[in-house]
């Protein structure tokens, strides 16, 4: 009897382990527990690109490389969530492949985010904003860097933080909701917030967003479009990710009470409409992980891809057959609205047997119009180009 309670006792433990695992975790592990074996010998021939266009190794051994963001004279800047470091990496003989790497920021508290103004490189992470001044006349010795803001919250689920300058000269930074679904007392949560490059003029923007790791402004109109995560443990296939059109300010997205536009929160759904607020501009398939997204402005390319948006899904954690991995184009239709959406590079993922090799983050475009894309995976940026 004594060791048939022992048994009972043992079994009661495993079975919370495992369904503790099962909500953390998901259906199959997060990426990072797969074992990389590629060893830096990564198979670029296993991505399918357009005709004319090549994709090639622009900087090796940037590990878990996040944002991007290139100054004008010539310096791109990388950040990174997990490894906690900042770089600067410099291509000195103009062959399209980085020669020099410094490091300005080590030990940074998920420094996520890279902005460039002015001469100063903006970092965010989870609760501040810094800066370093006159940035590239010390890539060597850059010194402490500078606080610009220090009051967002200290919450670090979702705590991570894109950054960009808009058209207006503003900084916008994101600020996730702190859990997979939850409504937050703090409006700050779930939003998109701006400051002045000073720091001063705190205001949010947009609310309803649970977790934009990219946004960009059309070239022309100057409006803003972001991505957007949506929430987890819905199934495999519902809630889908999403592209968010924003014409205007003080926008709502919904989140917690409707995701992608017309499915009501189980839990938060019942006290308000999916038809109180602004639904996507397209869905981006369910757990993809939508993150940087930038639209083309270069002249490399065909002509159609004018001011159209490249999208990186990530790709998914805790679906049962994996989704995303792979470069997004969303076209247009004159009055801003999404057309469609089609595979731009697709490889990534081998769909026969789920193996994964490479997790798009991030894209910058360099001067001569070729685009740039971060991979936290697999530790480098590639470089596309067309040559027709």
């Given at each position: 009897?004594?060791?048939?309670?022992?048994?009972?006792?043992?079994?009661?433990?495993?079975?919370?382990?495992?369904?503790?695992?099962?909500?953390?975790?998901?259906?199959?592990?997060?990426?990072?527990?797969?074992?990389?074996?590629?060893?830096?010998?990564?198979?670029?021939?296993?991505?399918?690109?357009?005709v004319?266009?090549?994709?090639?190794?622009?900087?090796?051994?940037?590990?878990?490389?996040?944002?991007?963001?290139?100054?004008?004279?010539?310096?791109?800047?990388?950040?990174?969530?997990?490894?906690g470091?900042?770089?600067?990496?410099?291509?000195?003989?103009?062959?399209?492949?980085?020669?020099?790497?410094?490091?300005?920021?080590?030990?940074?508290?998920?420094?996520?985010?890279?902005?460039?103004?002015?001469?100063?490189?903006y970092?965010?992470e989870?609760?501040?904003?810094?800066?370093?001044?006159?940035?590239?006349?010390?890539l060597?010795?850059?010194?402490?860097?500078?606080?610009?803001?220090?009051?967002?919250?200290?919450?670090?689920?979702?705590?991570?933080?894109?950054?960009?300058?808009?058209?207006?000269?503003?900084?916008?930074?994101?600020?996730?909701?702190?859990c997979?679904?939850?409504?937050?007392?703090?409006?700050?949560?779930?939003?998109?917030?701006?400051?002045?490059?000073?720091?001063?003029?705190?205001?949010?923007?947009?609310?309803?967003?649970?977790n934009?790791?990219?946004?960009?402004?059309?070239?022309?109109?100057?409006?803003?479009?972001?991505?957007?995560?949506?929430?987890?443990?819905?199934?495999?296939?519902?809630?889908?990710?999403?592209?968010?059109?924003?014409?205007?300010?003080?926008?709502?997205?919904?989140?917690?009470?409707?995701?992608?536009?017309?499915?009501?929160d189980?839990?938060?759904?019942?006290?308000?409409?999916?038809?109180?607020?602004?639904?996507?501009?397209?869905?981006?398939?369910?757990?993809?992980?939508?993150?940087?997204?930038?639209?083309?402005?270069?002249?490399?390319?065909?002509?159609?891809?004018?001011?159209?948006?490249?999208?990186a899904?990530?790709?998914?954690?805790?679906?049962?057959?994996?989704?995303?991995?792979?470069?997004?184009?969303?076209?247009?239709?004159?009055?801003?609205?999404?057309?469609?959406?089609?595979?731009?590079?697709?490889?990534?993922?081998n769909?026969k047997?789920?193996?994964?090799?490479?997790?798009?983050?991030?894209?910058?475009?360099?001067?001569?119009?070729?685009?740039?894309?971060?991979?936290?995976?697999?530790?480098?940026?590639?470089?596309?180009?067309?040559?027709?």
């Amino acid at each position: 009897m004594k060791y048939i309670k022992i048994f009972i006792a043992v079994l009661a433990v495993l079975t919370i382990v495992l369904l503790v695992a099962k909500y953390k975790f998901g259906v199959n592990p997060p990426i990072s527990l797969l074992e990389k074996d590629y060893k830096g010998n990564l198979p670029l021939d296993s991505l399918s690109l357009p005709v004319g266009f090549t994709i090639s190794i622009y900087a090796d051994s940037v590990v878990n490389a996040r944002s991007l963001c290139y100054s004008p004279d010539g310096t791109l800047f990388v950040s990174t969530r997990s490894e906690g470091n900042v770089y600067a990496l410099k291509d000195i003989d103009g062959d399209n492949k980085i020669d020099k790497k410094y490091i300005l920021l080590k030990g940074g508290n998920m420094p996520n985010g890279v902005a460039f103004k002015d001469g100063n490189l903006y970092v965010a992470e989870v609760n501040r904003i810094l800066k370093i001044e006159n940035v590239e006349s010390k890539l060597e010795n850059p010194g402490t860097p500078s606080v610009v803001y220090d009051k967002y919250p200290t919450e670090t689920h979702h705590g991570w933080k894109y950054i960009a300058f808009g058209p207006d000269g503003k900084l916008y930074v994101p600020v996730g909701a702190p859990c997979n679904i939850c409504e937050s007392k703090d409006p700050v949560y779930a939003s998109l917030t701006r400051i002045n490059a000073d720091g001063s003029g705190f205001e949010i923007v947009h609310s309803g967003i649970r977790n934009t790791v990219g946004f960009d402004w059309h070239p022309d109109t100057k409006e803003l479009y972001f991505t957007d995560n949506g929430r987890d443990l819905m199934g495999d296939d519902v809630p889908e990710c999403e592209l968010n059109y924003a014409p205007k300010e003080k926008m709502h997205f919904g989140y917690p009470y409707c995701h992608q536009g017309d499915v009501p929160d189980p839990e938060f759904g019942k006290t308000r409409k999916c038809d109180e607020f602004t639904p996507p501009a397209a869905k981006m398939g369910p757990h993809t992980a939508p993150l940087g997204m930038t639209f083309y402005t270069g002249n490399m390319f065909p002509a159609e891809y004018k001011n159209q948006i490249f999208i990186a899904r990530h790709g998914s954690w805790n679906r049962s057959k994996k989704s995303g991995y792979d470069i997004m184009l969303a076209v247009l239709n004159p009055d801003g609205s999404i057309k469609e959406t089609k595979p731009f590079i697709t490889g990534w993922l081998n769909p026969k047997n789920d193996d994964v090799w490479g997790r798009p983050v991030d894209m910058e475009l360099l001067p001569d119009g070729s685009l740039l894309i971060s991979d936290d995976y697999a530790d480098v940026i590639y470089r596309v180009s067309y040559k027709g």
